[in-house]
T-cell receptor, first 110, second 114 residues
Framework: AQRVTQPEKLLSVFKGAPVELKCNYS??????LFWYVQYSRQRLQLLLR??SRESIKGFTADLNKGETSFHLKKPFAQEEDSAMYYC????????????FGKGTKLSVIP | NAGVTQTPKFQVLKTGQSMTLQCAQD?????MSWYRQDPGMGLRLIHY???????DQGEVPNGYNVSRSTTEDFPLRLLSAAPSQTSVYFC?????????????FGPGTRLTVT
């Protein structure tokens, strides 16, 4: 069965500190990996996806196929990074369904 | 483009009542889906559609019906609301159909069933 684990429900860091939001997945085949973000009172939006290998708002994510992880990282947290973050693998075939993790709420302390 | 729109933004229902949550997109997206978001549960897929006239069940379909008569619209119907359906509902769309592409989300509908 497809499974996504985000072990931290809440992560609090001080402004300027490094951030790492963990994501582990158990997925058949070769999924594509996404991170979505939801800022307060806003809709979900794509933060980044592995296939693009891009850095958005200073965030990066490295896919480790051996550990089946796709952790989200940022070297220096900003207050505006406070939000809910969802890791979401996408099946690599068929209807390309997204499976969302339960999310991690990041709180950046000024 | 308005993107993905949802109505209403808020709704309170009594147990047993029925209602339809509306979702529309103006991006000519083939794929549309409905999710519910509950605290500590993340987003769970209710139903999805890969085109007009084609729908399928997701992870938590019980208590919900959908139809897709046009490319633009994908309404979600609650036939007999239950307190367990209290949640925030998000509609999303994606194009093209085949491939791991970005999904665009609506603003959500917050539903309370008393």
């Amino acid at each position: 069965a497809q499974r996504v684990t985000q072990p931290e429900k809440l992560l609090s860091v001080f402004k300027g500190a490094p951030v790492e939001l963990k994501c582990n997945y158990s997925y058949s085949g070769s999924p594509e990996l996404f991170w979505y973000v939801q800022y307060s009172r806003q809709r979900l939006q794509l933060l980044l996806r592995h296939i693009s290998r891009e850095s958005i708002k200073g965030f990066t994510a490295d896919l480790n196929k051996g550990e089946t992880s796709f952790h989200l990282k940022k070297p220096f947290a900003q207050e505006e990074d406070s939000a809910m973050y969802y890791c979401a693998p996408c099946s690599g075939a068929g209807s390309y369904q997204l499976t969302f993790g339960k999310g991690t709420k990041l709180s950046v302390i000024p | 483009n308005a993107g993905v729109t949802q109505t209403p933004k808020f709704q309170v229902l009594k147990t047993g009542q029925s209602m339809t949550l509306q979702c529309a997109q103006d991006m000519n997206h083939e794929y549309m889906s409905w999710y519910r978001q509950d605290p500590g549960m993340g987003l769970r897929l209710i139903h999805y559609s890969v085109g007009a006239g084609i729908t399928d069940q997701g992870e938590v379909p019980n208590g919900y019906n959908v139809s897709r008569s046009t490319t633009e619209d994908f309404p979600l119907r609650l036939l007999s609301a239950a307190p367990s359906q209290t949640s925030v509902y998000f509609c999303a769309s994606r194009r093209p159909l085949a491939g791991p592409y970005e999904q665009y989300f609506g603003p959500g509908t917050r539903l309370t069933v008393t």
